[in-house]
């Protein structure tokens, strides 16, 4: 069993359409987390959920709406894509309020903007 | 707040050479400190951390790294690479519980 899987792996599609990608852990933990992966790498945190309640919001447009319908999943919805929106991903979980805890990632998801 | 930078971006060595990323932190206050690693087309997996006591940790693998408070540095090393060490590396940084901020990466090319 994959222990954070997201779903769809590859999204292509056309500016200003809206697109969700999923994310579910089984294991157990508290803490999720969305990444965004840009051309370059880079890696920067968009959002983190402690137990279904929003505690990291990184001045992510509010066209980015991430969604907690319970501990194990944590969905991102996004509006109106624009170019620069396209990168891969990454949902990752953790055990709670563990800064030195291990971050278990899922294998990402691709998103490319037309 | 906290930020991270590893020195080069990308490092290419040949099989059984050692290795050597250097990352930087800045930071007020104490830290944890992380190595993930990323092989093509998959997510991040754990390499090893250090957390407190010995500055000196391992990994299963092979790898190493040392935490210097003085000069703020958390490098990374391996004695002899394998070709299966291509990836990328990325540092991390965490000082409180929600948030790991991450260096840009190295990616690193083992030729035979």
């Known amino acids: 069993d994959t222990a954070v899987s997201q779903t769809p792996k590859y999204l292509v599609t056309q500016m200003g359409n809206d697109k969700s990608i999923k994310c579910e852990q089984n294991?157990?933990?508290?803490?999720m987390y969305w990444y965004k992966q840009d051309s370059k790498k880079f890696l920067k945190i968009m959002f983190s959920?402690?137990?279904?309640?929003?505690?990291i919001n990184e001045t992510v447009p509010n066209r980015f709406s991430p969604k907690s319908p319970d501990k194990a999943h944590l969905n991102l919805h996004i509006n109106s894509l624009e170019l620069g929106d396209s990168a891969v991903y990454f949902c990752?979980?953790?055990?709670?309020?563990?800064?030195?805890?291990?971050?278990?990632f899922g294998e990402g998801s691709r998103l490319t903007v037309l | 707040a906290q930020s991270v930078t590893q020195l080069d971006s990308q490092v290419p060595v040949f099989e059984e050479a050692p290795v050597e990323l250097r990352c930087n932190y800045s930071?007020?206050?104490?830290?944890?400190l992380f190595w993930y690693v990323q092989y093509p087309n998959q997510g991040l997996q754990l390499l090893l951390k250090?957390?407190?006591?010995?500055?000196l940790v391992e990994s299963i693998n092979g790898f190493e790294a040392e935490f210097n408070k003085s000069q703020t540095s958390f490098h990374l090393r391996k004695p002899s690479v394998h070709i299966s060490d291509t990836a990328e590396y990325f540092c991390?940084?965490?000082?409180?519980?929600?948030?790991?901020?991450f260096g840009a990466g190295t990616t690193v090319t083992v030729r035979a």
């Open positions: 294991l157990g933990h508290d803490t």
């Open positions: 991390a940084v965490s000082e409180n519980d929600y948030k790991l901020s």
């Open positions: 959920y402690n137990n279904k309640e929003l505690i």
């Open positions: 990752a979980s953790s055990q709670k309020g563990r800064a030195t805890g291990e971050l278990f």
């Open positions: 250090y957390l407190s006591g010995s500055t």
């Open positions: 930071s007020s206050v104490s830290v944890y």
